[in-house]
Each structure stands twice: as structure tokens, then as C-alpha cells.
């Protein structure tokens, strides 16, 4: 017995060693930066793919009833040459009743360099919907952006909105589906220096899908947010190729134009590629 824990504290020891020095060896020599590069690659094409997935395309969707949800937490520290600190937290809970899907998320995002604050941001957002059936619905939506180190009147130190409306599906079949939603609601901004405006702002919104193959389908998502101070329209076209199940790929053309900026539309031609083998 005490020859098999010994030997067995010996292994344990030797995994300990190689583990810290091939931590080491990948701090010196690069390969852990690489490798976490390499996953914030990963994330972002994973992240586009995932704005093709419409999860009320096709009615209410099935969701575990009850409290669900996740949480995720991540901090570093540094000191010597460098001194910061990194948090982040975020949080997502979802309660399912019935026709009664909820949703609550949360981020947080806190920096600090040499004392010195460099980020502190605040997310929230809550999303309910009410499936009166598989075409009719209702939602309220609400969201909160708040930057901490806004300090001019040209920075925008809390974005907000709260609003309520229906949605209808146009169309409902596997192959197309699209779905048109419009509300009332109000608008918040606070600048830096404490500026603030509360307007009634109006927003509307449409999710159109189409499957031409069982590898090919196309995403058009428009978003509209019209107020006094400015009117705001995202659009996502995307283009979705599923090759193998180990190849995904997406070609989107995002526009968004706000009209209250100098150049009003900014647009993005994006390309991702997931390929698994």
C-alpha cells in the first residue's frame, strides 16, 4: 500500500511540474498568446454565425420551464512592470411558463492601469414575450448602457430604453419565415456632464428567413429606432453555407445608419468560416 501511494504522489507531483512548466515554457515562448488569439478568433466566427439563429422563428420556442440560466466570471491582476487589473462578469437567467418566455442579462466590465480606471462598463437588458399563438405575440423589451468614465458632453454616459408593442408572423413555414414587431416606449440619454433627455421613441423591427437547400439559407434582420434626437437603423444581410457538418460559413453585409452623426451610414462586410476536423 505504501509503495502504490507513493508512486502515486510521485505522478501527481510530475503532472504538477509539467503542467507548470509548460505554462512557463508558453508565456515565454508565445504560444499562449497565440492560443488565445486564436480562441478570440474562433469566438468571433462562432459569434457571426450565431446571427443567423432566430430561436421564435418559427413560434414560441422550447425553452426548460422554469429558472434557467448561466453566469460567467473572469479577473486578472498584474504587478511589476505593469500594474492593471481586468474583471468581467456576466449573467444570464431565463424563466419559461407556459407562454411566457423572460429573459434577463448582465455584463460588467471593470479596468484599471497604474491606479488608473480604464473601463467601467454596465449592460443590462430584459426581454419578455407573450405567444398568444405560433403567429401572434407580445414583447417588452428594456435596456440599459451605462460608461462610467464619461466625462464630456460629446460621451454618452447612459443609453436606455423601455418599450412595449405586438408581433405577428407574416410568413411560417420550415422553409421561410418572417415576423415584423413595433413599439412605443422611452428613450433616456445622459451625457458626461450630466445632460439628460427622456423622449418617446418608437421602434420597429423585422426578422425574415429563407432555407433555399439544407446547406444554404439567407438572414435579412432590420431594426428601427426613431426618436426626437435621432433615427437609427441597423440592417443584417447574411448569407449562410453549412458545406459538411464540419464546415460553416456566413458572408453578411451589416449597414447602420443614424442621422444624427456627420457621415450617417457606416457598413461592414463580414466573412466567417468554421471549419472542424
Same mark, same amino acid.
Do not use: C
Given at each position: ?43 468571433? =466566427? ?5 446571427? $443567423?439563429? /432566430? +430561436?421564435?422563428?418559427?413560434?414560441? %420556442?422550447?425553452? &426548460?420551464?422554469?429558472? *434557467? ?80 468614465? =464619461? ?5 454618452? $454616459?447612459? /443609453? +436606455?430604453?423601455?418599450?412595449?408593442? %405586438?408581433?405577428? &408572423?407574416?410568413?411560417? *413555414? ?52 426613431s426618436s426626437d434626437t435621432a433615427l437609427r437603423v441597423n440592417n443584417d444581410f447574411g448569407v449562410n453555407f453549412k458545406v459538411t457538418d464540419a464546415i460553416s ?12 452623426? $456627420? ?8 466573412l466567417s468560416l468554421v471549419f472542424g476536423f
Amino acid at each position: 500500500m505504501y509503495t502504490l501511494l507513493k508512486a502515486g504522489g510521485i505522478s501527481a507531483t510530475a503532472f504538477v511540474l509539467a503542467a507548470s512548466t509548460a505554462f512557463a515554457q508558453g508565456e515565454l515562448l508565445g504560444t499562449t498568446a497565440l492560443n488565445d488569439r486564436l480562441d478570440d478568433i474562433e469566438t468571433a =466566427a462562432a459569434d457571426d454565425l450565431a446571427r $443567423a439563429e /432566430d +430561436a421564435a422563428r418559427f413560434g414560441n %420556442p422550447e425553452f &426548460r420551464p422554469g429558472l *434557467s440560466g448561466s453566469a460567467s466570471l473572469s479577473y486578472t491582476g498584474t504587478s511589476g512592470n505593469t500594474d492593471t487589473q481586468d474583471f468581467s462578469l456576466g449573467t444570464r437567467l431565463r424563466f419559461a411558463k407556459g407562454n411566457w418566455v423572460q429573459t434577463l442579462g448582465m455584463a460588467l466590465d471593470f479596468s484599471e492601469a497604474a491606479g488608473t480606471k480604464t473601463k467601467h462598463d454596465v449592460f443590462g437588458v430584459y426581454d419578455a414575450n407573450y405567444y398568444f399563438n405560433d403567429n401572434f405575440y407580445g414583447f417588452v423589451l428594456g435596456r440599459v448602457q451605462n460608461d462610467g468614465l =464619461a466625462t464630456t458632453a460629446a460621451e454618452t $454616459a447612459t /443609453d +436606455a430604453f423601455v418599450g412595449v408593442g %405586438p408581433g405577428y &408572423r407574416i410568413l411560417n *413555414s420550415p422553409s421561410t419565415a418572417w415576423r415584423v414587431q413595433a413599439g412605443v416606449g422611452a428613450s433616456y440619454l445622459k451625457d458626461g456632464v450630466g445632460a439628460d433627455t427622456t423622449e418617446v421613441g418608437y421602434i420597429v423591427s423585422s426578422r425574415f428567413y429563407h432555407k433555399f437547400t439544407d446547406t444554404i439559407s439567407l438572414t435579412n434582420d432590420t431594426d428601427a429606432l426613431s426618436s426626437d434626437t435621432a433615427l437609427r437603423v441597423n440592417n443584417d444581410f447574411g448569407v449562410n453555407f453549412k458545406v459538411t457538418d464540419a464546415i460553416s460559413t456566413r458572408l453578411s453585409y451589416l449597414s447602420e445608419f443614424n442621422d444624427s452623426r $456627420a457621415i450617417k451610414t457606416d457598413n461592414t462586410v463580414g466573412l466567417s468560416l468554421v471549419f472542424g476536423f
